[in-house]
């Protein structure tokens, strides 16, 4: 079968390219507004991209109204940001704050979540995510409706027994949880196995 995007409208292209380039990481960021509240959202189209250097980039699309989601706009006013990783026992917490609120109420509220002063940015970290990268914008790429937000990662914060004193990763302790087809489907990362390359 073959798909010609231009003649798809943008929800029919939604569809088969977020169910097709899967599994995806899930950022689930935290930034915060003018008054401090703290907004809360996962972005699955998102992946680190560099170390050198280090730099993450996720897109959140433009709302209906052609208007900046809050986590852009939140991110355009402070220019930091945090990106947690989410495992299969956060799953349930990061879909409620993916809820469309109203600007100034944080997503947050209600949930069984605790949320910790970050070092580096003024915008809290959420402690139950394994891993919690503290990050600033390096710069933004609108694209129509899709804004491209690459940010620098400067801390990473990872609960203990997932990395080791050198960065190697404890296989058997880390299992992010996978974005699958489009709208609500994912997997889990329990089954890994590995495959050494050429020299
Ligand atoms: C698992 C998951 C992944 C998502 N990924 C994206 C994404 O990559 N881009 C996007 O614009 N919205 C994405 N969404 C929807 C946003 O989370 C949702 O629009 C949210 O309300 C945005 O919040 P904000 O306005 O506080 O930034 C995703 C939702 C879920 C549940």
Same mark, same amino acid.
């Given at each position: ?75 355009? %006013?402070?220019?930091?940001?945090? *990106? $947690?990783? &989410?495992? #299969?026992?956060? !799953? ?54 899709? %804004?491209?937000?690459?940010?620098? *990662? $400067?801390? &990473?914060? #990872?609960?203990? !027994? ?38």
């Amino acid at each position: 079968m073959t798909f010609d995007l231009e003649s798809l409208t943008p929800g029919e292209r939604y569809r088969i390219l977020a169910s097709i380039v899967t599994p995806r990481p899930i950022a689930w960021i935290t930034t915060t507004d003018e008054k401090g509240t703290i907004n809360a959202a996962p972005f699955s189209f998102f992946n680190v991209f560099g170390s050198n250097p280090p730099i993450i980039a996720f897109a959140p699309g433009n709302k209906d109204s052609e208007t900046p989601k809050d986590t852009a706009r939140n991110i355009r %006013r402070s220019g930091e940001f945090v *990106v $947690h990783m &989410v495992t #299969a026992e956060l !799953g349930q917490a990061m879909v409620d704050t993916s809820a469309t609120l109203p600007h100034g109420t944080s997503e947050l509220t209600g949930l069984p979540l605790t949320t910790v002063p970050s070092e580096k940015v003024a915008v809290p970290r959420i402690s139950e995510a394994p891993i919690a990268l503290e990050c600033t914008e390096h710069s933004t790429i609108e694209i129509g409706s899709n %804004r491209l937000i690459i940010g620098l *990662v $400067h801390l &990473v914060h #990872a609960h203990e !027994g997932i990395l080791d004193e050198k960065g190697y990763l404890q296989h058997d302790s880390y299992h992010p949880l996978g974005r699958m087809a489009a709208p609500d489907w994912y997997s889990r990362t329990t089954d890994q196995f590995e495959i050494p390359r050429p020299d």
